[in-house]
């Protein structure tokens, strides 16, 4: 089975400019977190949804970012306008609610450098 | 929001050494799980332990959950260089979805 898929593995953009991030999770999963990786802060969750529904947006740093989740098999987190504070490694991770405890697979990540 | 403490923050050794690294809370956790994170990838699930006291061993690595589960313990016998990475432990946010992760221990484990 394919794991979570994301694109574009990196980017690279000048500070202003919008910048998507996409995300296709596991077929099946019904939860999708999207987390921000730096070497300072570690992995933050930004936010997560449950059947395409937001559910807590508590981690988004600002109204600069938001995501969305048209259906099951597709997410997006914006960036707009982005700033070189927002240069990190952008994780969207997918889990079964049905399975488990609490795992979550993550995807390979997009590498943003924001310039 | 419950924290997860993990030491120490890097660890350089040789093949074949041994090594334990930590993952420690003031607070109780339901269930812990230890992900391995290796260069240019996301982090990828090892184990999930849930009982306090808990030991699960995968091939030369043996996990521990506390008896109190509050803390868990990660032992690699005899490390290789395919071990290199970084190790992050995780546990539930209370009754929510959300994760809280330690920020990890760097290994390296030279030839």
């Known amino acids: 089975d394919a794991g979570v898929i994301q694109s574009p593995r990196h980017e690279v953009t000048e500070m202003g400019q919008e910048v998507t991030l996409r995300c296709k999770p596991i077929s099946g999963h019904d939860y999708l977190f999207w987390y921000r990786q730096t070497m300072m802060r570690g992995l933050e969750l930004l936010i997560y949804f449950n059947n395409n529904v937001p559910i807590d947006d508590s981690g988004m740093p600002e109204d600069r970012f938001s995501a969305k989740m048209p259906n099951a098999s597709f997410s997006t987190l914006k960036i707009q306008p982005s700033e070189p504070r927002d240069s990190a490694v952008y994780f969207c991770?997918?889990?079964?609610?049905?399975?488990?405890?609490?795992?979550?697979?993550f995807g390979p990540g997009t590498r943003l450098t924001v310039l | 929001t419950q924290l997860l403490e993990q030491s120490p923050q890097f660890l350089s050794i040789q093949e074949g050494e041994n090594l334990t690294v930590y993952c420690n809370s003031s607070?109780?956790?339901?269930?812990l799980q230890w992900y391995r994170q290796e260069p240019g990838e996301g982090p990828v699930l090892l184990v999930t332990v849930v009982t306090g006291g808990e030991v699960k061993k995968l091939k030369r690595l043996t996990f521990q959950f506390g008896d109190a589960r509050k803390d868990s313990s990660l032992h690699i016998t005899a490390a290789q260089p395919g071990d290199t990475g970084l190790y992050l432990c995780?546990?539930?946010?209370?009754?929510?979805?959300?994760?809280?992760f330690g920020k990890g221990t760097k290994l390296t484990v030279n030839p």
């Open positions: 995780a546990g539930p946010n209370g009754g929510s979805e959300k994760l809280v």
């Open positions: 991770a997918s889990r079964n609610s049905g399975r488990g405890y609490n795992e979550q697979f």
């Open positions: 607070s109780v956790f339901s269930s």
